[in-house]
């Protein structure tokens, strides 16, 4: 199995995204659950898929046991690995990825491009994007003719804000193999700056070389129509975003990810049994701690305070398994902590530091919410403009950047934004949409009063 083959999309946002069960058909928006079961058919397939995954990883495992040198085995058992973690979300996987690729390295240093660019992507997944961009760097010039290692480049690059230099390792990457990987990594660019429309198109271009090329792993082109999914939702498009989330449960039965969107949809539109059936079903087979949280917030909107507890409670555990892992969670702890008013002294701490080392967007907007639940407006507003800086239409962004303009007495300004959560999509938040709307109805009603 190729780099190539195996490695075709960038996982920066998989964890926890990462980045992180039904079967529903394809065409046309479905009406069914999240929590709907699996056809007998639908899971023979997927129980043979992993069998054979389950196979090759414990051949690889033998041959690198019996062989310390074999770094092709190593380097194809991490793949093996990584791919896993992308269809389960289970962060042990990219320990054991990381850890072959140590392995691979120390054995073979000089020219082991495959191990080192690996680990630069594993590296970079944890969210060490620092460590990430070296290894990339070292791994480049061993094969400059190799568009991979761009991609890796750009995904650290992104990941510490440097959003210029992504942008051009992502050409360089397009440049020498314009393929699935490159487009997805084309439509992350464009959605960060606001281009929806560019967005789209990428993740459509995607979607079609997925289906068109002759691909063993289903698991990519149900990333691609969840990435796709998710945009529509983003922009009000629950339909559309429905359609797509089916068309990934369709080629690949129980993902994670497309469960946990078809509950998010089911949020948004006021269906709670079915949201929490969605989001239940998705945490049972992974606990991703965006999902616990989503889970733990339907709760409270049905005004279950209890369940809701529950769930939120488990999120420190999660932190510490991720962290067992090497994954650094700061920044996705950090939004969940000041969403929900817990440690925010030492929570400010930790989004501080964390802008410091890695001054992307993300990092800004969670400094930004953590200062503004502290009461630190002028360094919420100094943030927040820092995360803004793009042009990026993430309605959270822009709600957050609407609540702390209103603390600093600018009405207009926090208009402006609160408007483009009502215009993108106002039920972006089963947390935040209710306070997005009636701040801005408030605010609107200031205006004409005057």
């Known amino acids: 199995m190729t780099i190539a083959r195996a490695c075709r999309f960038g996982l920066v946002t998989v964890v926890g995204a990462i980045i992180l069960v039904a079967t529903a058909c394809g065409g046309g928006s479905s ?121 890796v480049l750009g995904d650290a690059l992104l990941g510490l804000g440097r959003y210029g230099e992504a942008d051009a390792a992502y050409q360089k990457m397009i440049d020498i193999s314009a393929d699935i990987s490159a487009f997805g990594r084309r439509a992350l660019i464009a959605q960060l700056r606001g281009d929806i429309a560019g967005a789209e198109a990428s993740w459509r271009a995607v979607i079609e070389q997925a289906e068109d090329t002759d691909d063993s792993v289903p698991e990519h082109a149900a990333w691609a129509h969840t990435q796709l999914a998710a945009l529509y939702f983003s922009t009000g498009k629950l339909d559309d975003a429905a359609k797509h989330y089916a068309e990934a449960l369709a080629v690949f039965p129980g993902y994670v990810h497309a469960v946990a969107g078809e509950a998010h949809i089911a949020a948004a539109r006021g269906d709670y049994d079915a949201a929490i059936r969605g989001y239940t079903a998705a945490v049972n087979t992974v606990p991703l701690p965006e999902y616990v949280a989503a889970l733990g917030d339907v709760y409270a909107a049905m005004g279950n305070a209890e369940q809701a507890q529950n769930q939120y409670d488990l999120i420190a555990a999660i932190e510490q398994l991720y962290n067992a892992s090497g994954v650094n969670l700061d920044l996705q702890i950090g939004l969940f902590n000041a969403d929900h008013d817990r440690n925010i002294p030492a929570t400010l701490e930790r989004a501080r530091a964390a802008f410091a080392e890695q001054p992307s967007i993300q990092a800004a907007d969670t400094l930004a919410w953590v200062e503004y639940k502290a009461g630190n407006i002028d360094a919420a507003r100094a943030a927040i403009e820092a995360a803004l800086r793009t042009g990026t239409l993430d309605s959270s962004i822009n709600f957050h950047a609407g609540m702390i303009y209103r603390a600093a007495g600018n009405r207009a300004v926090a208009i402006r934004y609160l408007g483009i959560v009502r215009q993108l999509n106002p039920e972006f938040s089963v947390l935040h949409a209710r306070t997005a709307a009636q701040t801005l109805d408030q605010l609107k009603g200031q205006a004409t009063s005057e």
């Open 31 to 151: 009406n069914r659950t999240a929590s709907s079961a699996l056809s007998d058919d639908a899971a023979a397939v997927l129980a043979a898929g992993k069998a054979k995954q389950t196979a090759r990883i414990e051949f690889l495992v033998q041959r690198a046991a019996a062989d310390p040198l074999d770094v092709f085995s190593l380097n194809s058992l991490a793949i093996e690995y990584m791919q896993r973690a992308r269809e389960t979300g289970d962060v042990s996987d990219l320990s054991r990825a990381y850890d072959a690729l140590l392995r691979s390295t120390e054995v073979r240093t000089n020219d082991n491009y495959e191990g080192l660019v690996l680990l630069a992507a594993v590296t970079t997944i944890r969210h060490d994007f620092a460590g990430g961009l070296a290894l990339a760097e070292r791994a480049i010039p061993l094969k400059p003719r190799e568009a991979y290692g761009y991609g």
